[in-house]
């Protein structure tokens, strides 16, 4: 595309230029006011305005009339060029959009506003909380109970319905995700294929059914046995020869609640490559230590060390001050010791992790994955020294901790030192802590000395001067295949005797058969005092904390939610439940409330106490695209409200703002008449067309409506709507019919929205000339679309980039980089502008925010805007201009104008296209670094902000300019430096590219000038309790989740 602006003595012309048609524009200055217009086409025939593909109205020539718009709106001006741009820009979001038009219909309508009461809102939230927690566990109690009734009398039997068969289901559950038959239940686990075990009977299975009836959004429930057998309803099909109950977290923390920390040391001397059945010894080893894992919850901690080859891990969560002043949560990566007659550490010395040498990691899901994978690569070579290994063990344990100490040993064969000396040894490292360390010994196969490992267990040679010995045990393992269930029911060990009677709520976790983050309410099961198993059922974190996800009276208040060891459940800052897909990373509370006076909130939390705190605390709001944008920061005086959740430990914080004001909106009636939901899918009237590939309507806009307008939001996410669900959205909305799906205010704003409807239908022609969406989103879910098309039903629009970039820039005009349009327009970019409370007199910028409105047009409409505003742009003896975003990505380019792949133009930051130009203005602190902390990805990430005080800034070979009431930079550039770019593409776990510099890892404190706009460092990663040397000051934390998404 070619863009010409000619000036005559008489009449200015604009030649605008593409492949599809050729228009030239003569006015008139001298009677600009009725500027007489001809338009002419390269081939003289007649332009036809618009033209119908399958019913959408669309331009043949777009851009069209946008060019002739802008053009007029500035052909008379003599301001300066920054100035005009921000006229055009100011005109198109006002009269092609209408944001001021709709600001004017919201200070007409009514808003009531009320004082926010931290309190009142705490109790809400609280009881709504503790309600879906004794649900749940009522369901767990009422399972346990039948179970324990008639155990007794269950008989052994091996016919039973297995769930390796095909579901008796026409349709897939929506609350399980898949094909379920809600009138059986299913058996699996290695106890089935025994001669004989007990199973629930029918009785058990009624209960079951009766507890899904009551509670419809309950997921999963089961009973794991001792014997090895899962008994699942509702009946689902899994065919897996694996899945072991008894190694399950959800089983061993409902069986030994208490927290352990356990060391694994396994033999990996030569003799471990000696094959049993044909599978290697090491191989054999190597599972066993896995399930032992496997078996741990996130509350215990472990370490593994090994004979010959040590491993270790410590991947330990903590909270920690991030340089004296802020908190996060740390992550550390392994060491390995490989060792004869002695154990040496990879991290006993110079390492670049900077780790201590022993150290114990929480067992995450995370953790667990990590250390797999490590043990998995072991190999097996060398003699067996027992001192060293179970003296490194004894390193990891510290005096004075009231947990559980294990040390599992695991060898194959006698030690290569003498017996006498590791006995000795044991009972000197054991006696300083207090004889606390119990060790459980595994001898495998039959070259193994008993003797020696019987004494080790019972320790037969401790200091009875430092107290009572934990006995031990020690287990023959003569047959290797049974190596796995031996070692990995360790925690046998540490039944407690008596009934324990207290619910178990599982740390939540990534589930594998599509359910999403869910956690388990359990309760052991008991026949004669004996543990006989344990009883389970699922619940969906989404639907368990919709209350705190979706909670936001106003645009300043949320709320947190912690378990008994200050881990977050949930927080705005993290990722919505329903939105992760692998197992979660667990956050303590101050890696996201950084502010010193959190810490003694917390301690009042994990105390079980009620509270209330009033201190200046940061707040971090994304502005934007958090992965390429960052986030900015301030200091609020807020509110912390905080009381402990029943029945269990879990304990809520709300928190608001100093004098926070609520605003409502009240609306008697719907005046418009009329309601158009997004599934038009589910509508038989509407007038459907095909638009960019999408079913739309341009007779009107769309609604729809977020999880967040629903009082039951979690129901809206899984559940699929119906065309008798669409009349009933439309019998409230149009009717104004009660409904008890809705939360209030809903109806007001949905009412409210109908005026977008007025603001563009009388310009529909022109306004898909340049654009190709128009919409407006409300705080309180209502999310209106024009043209009409189908959404996602868990859209959000709050959630969004586009809004959260209004939302950063309240008062301005935000634009995003160019994207990819999700129903194939191509290349577009997104304006938006937030919409406040209604206000008499005029509004400030501490007006509430109540919405937001947005419009996606064709990125090469831009360059129209620039170069009508900036002559200079298409003067011959400058090289061209490019506009960038405050992050310093480039949203347009005269290099784009032909570009023959649009997807060339996505994600581009200046540093990477105009190197030179970067330099310059890092350099004179126009471009200045902003970092933080990607809990997900555990990176320190870097971000940049470009800010001007001054309008315009010249430099050697360019000038930028500062386009007021935006987030633009607009650079004319004279001429080009030869610098070149070092960035390359890259690829992160998260599945997502951009460009990303990496500028000396080793020496990451040295800010080179000409890196690129996005990028990590892994100098941090995994570290130790230690300091991570050379890490710079970070602005702020926060935790950011997931890829680039769409606009």
């Known amino acids: 595309m070619l863009f010409k602006h000619v000036q005559h003595d008489s009449v200015q012309s604009l030649l605008f230029n593409d492949s599809h048609c050729m228009f030239i524009w003569f006015v008139s200055p001298q009677d600009s006011g009725t500027a007489r217009i001809n338009i002419g086409r390269d081939d003289e025939k007649e332009i036809i305005a618009s033209h119908k593909t399958q019913g959408c109205m669309m331009m043949p020539c777009h851009n069209a009339l946008l060019l002739l718009a802008m053009f007029l709106a500035s052909s008379s001006s003599s301001d300066e060029p920054e100035s005009v741009l921000t006229g055009i820009l100011e005109n198109f979001v006002n009269e092609r959009l209408g944001v001021q038009k709709m600001q004017d219909h919201l200070d ?3 808003f009531d506003t009320s004082p926010v009461v931290p309190q009142h809102l705490l109790n809400t939230l609280a009881e709504s909380l503790s309600k879906k927690f004794s649900e749940r566990v009522a369901v767990a109690k009422r399972l346990r109970d039948k179970v324990e009734q008639v155990w007794g009398s269950l008989p052994r039997t091996t016919s039973i319905q297995k769930c390796c068969s095909n579901v008796n289901a026409k349709e897939i559950g929506s609350n399980f995700q898949q094909q379920v038959d809600r009138e059986q239940a299913c058996n699996h686990g290695p106890g089935i294929n025994t001669n004989s075990s007990k199973y629930p009977n029918k009785s058990i299975v009624d209960v079951m059914k009766e507890n899904l009836y009551q509670y419809p959004s309950i997921k999963f429930q089961y009973v794991g ?10 009946k689902f099909k899994i065919c897996s020869s694996t899945y072991d109950p008894r190694f399950r977290p959800w089983y061993v923390e409902a069986a030994t609640p208490e927290p352990k920390d356990v060391v694994v040391v396994i033999d990996v001397s030569g003799s471990m490559n000696a094959t049993y059945k044909g599978t290697k010894l090491m191989k054999i080893a190597q599972e066993a230590a896995n399930t032992v894992i496997t078996t741990l919850n996130p509350n215990d901690r472990s370490a593994r060390i090994l004979t010959n080859f040590y491993l270790f891990i410590n991947i330990t969560y903590i909270t920690r001050g991030m340089l004296s002043k802020m908190s996060f949560t740390k992550t550390q990566i392994i060491g390995v010791v490989s060792f004869s007659d002695k154990a040496y550490s990879a991290t006993g010395s110079a390492n670049q992790i900077k780790c201590r040498k022993t150290e114990l990691a929480l067992a995450t899901p995370h953790n667990k994955k990590y250390l797999k994978s490590l043990i998995n690569g072991l190999y097996a070579e060398g003699e067996t020294y027992y001192k060293a290994a179970l003296s490194l063990a004894f390193d990891f344990f510290s005096k004075g901790n009231a947990r559980e100490k294990v040390i599992l040993f695991l060898t194959d064969g006698q030690p290569t030192d003498e017996r006498t000396i590791v006995l000795s040894m044991i ?22 000395d008993d003797e020696i490992l019987t004494k080790i267990a019972q320790q037969s040679s401790y200091n009875a001067s430092a107290g009572e010995i934990k006995e031990g045990v020690y287990t ?13 029911s360790f925690y046998n060990f540490f039944g407690i005797s008596g009934r324990l009677t207290n619910p178990i709520f599982t740390v939540p976790y990534f589930d594998a058969f599509g359910l999403g983050l869910i956690s388990s309410v359990c309760m052991p099961f008991y026949y004669q005092s004996n543990l006989k198993g344990v009883t389970c059922v699922d619940i969906s974190m989404s639907d368990l904390l919709s209350d705190v996800a ?23 800052l993290l990722p919505s439940p329903q939105s992760i897909t692998d197992d979660p990373i667990f956050l303590q509370v101050t890696s996201l409330e950084t502010s010193p006076p959190v810490e003694q909130v917390l301690k009042s939390m994990l105390a079980g106490e009620s509270g209330k705190r009033l201190f200046k605390s940061l707040r971090v709001v994304s502005r934007g695209d958090s992965i390429l944008e960052g986030s900015r920061y301030s200091n609020v005086k807020s509110v912390y409200s905080w009381k402990q959740i029943m029945p269990n430990n879990f304990s809520l914080c709300v928190v608001t703002v100093e004098s926070d004001i609520e605003t409502t909106l009240s609306v008697k009636s719907n005046q418009y008449q009329t309601f158009l939901y997004h599934r038009l899918d589910l509508e038989k009237d509407s007038d459907k067309c095909e638009y960019f590939g999408a079913t739309a309507t341009t007779a009107e806009s769309a609604v729809l409506l977020s999880p967040i307008a629903f009082e039951k939001p979690y129901l809206q996410i899984i559940r699929k709507e119906t065309v008798q669900d669409v009349k009933q959205y439309k019998s409230h909305f149009e009717n104004g019919v009660s409904s008890s799906k809705f939360k209030e205010f809903v109806y007001d704003y949905v009412v409210l929205s109908a005026y977008l409807d007025e603001l563009v239908l009388d310009q529909a022609h022109e306004l898909l000339d340049s654009a190709v969406w128009a919409y407006v989103g409300f705080n309180v879910g209502v999310f209106r679309l024009y043209p009409g098309t189908r959404l996602n039903q868990e859209y959000d629009a709050t959630k969004r980039p586009w809004y959260k970039r209004a939302l950063a820039q309240k008062g301005r005009i935000a634009f995003s980089i160019p994207y990819e349009d999700a129903f194939g327009a191509g290349a577009v970019i997104t304006m938006s502008k937030t919409i406040l409370a209604s206000r008499s007199g005029g509004h400030v910028n501490t007006d509430p925010v109540v919405g937001a409105m947005g419009l996606d047009f064709k990125m090469d409409a831009f360059y129209v805007f620039l170069t009508d505003a900036f002559p200079a742009c298409l003067d011959s003896s400058n090289v061209g201009c490019f506009i960038i975003d405050d992050a310093g990505f480039v949203i347009m380019h005269h290099d784009w104008l032909n570009l023959k792949n649009r997807q060339d133009a996505y994600n581009i930051h200046i540093s990477q296209k105009e190197p030179g130009v ?6 004179n602190k126009v471009m200045i670094q902003t970092g933080c902390i990607n809990h997900e990805q555990l990176l320190h990430q870097y971000t940049w902000l470009v800010s001007m005080q001054n309008t315009t800034l010249s430099f050697r070979n360019f000038v930028i300019y500062n386009i007021r009431e935006t987030n633009l930079f607009v650079v004319v550039l004279r001429s080009r430096s030869e610098e070149t770019s070092d960035c390359h593409m890259t690829s992160l776990q998260s599945g997502f590219s951009m460009f990303v510099g990496w500028p000396s890892v080793l020496e990451y404190h040295v800010f080179p000038v000409s890196q690129c706009g996005i990028w990590f460092i892994f100098c941090c990663d995994f ?17 950011i989740f997931g890829g680039i998404a769409s606009y």
């Open 225 to 234: 046995t001792e014997e090895g057998v899962t008994t699942v309803f509702p």
């Open 1023 to 1039: 570290e130790c309790d230690t300091d991570c040397n050379g890490c710079p000051h970070f602005d702020f934390i926060i935790s």
């Open 550 to 572: 979706f909670f936001g009276r106003t645009d300043s208040s949320y709320a947190f939610i912690i378990d008994s060891v200050g881990r977050l459940l949930m927080h705005p």
């Open 476 to 488: 023959r393992v003569s047959n290797p295949s049974n190596l796995r269930f031996e070692m990995a």
């Open 918 to 923: 970067a330099r310059t203005l890092i350099e």
């Open 427 to 448: 009972s000197q490292r054991n006696a300083v802590l207090g004889n606390s360390v119990a060790i459980l010994t595994y001898g495998l196969g039959e070259l193994v």
């Open 108 to 110: 007409r309508s009514i």
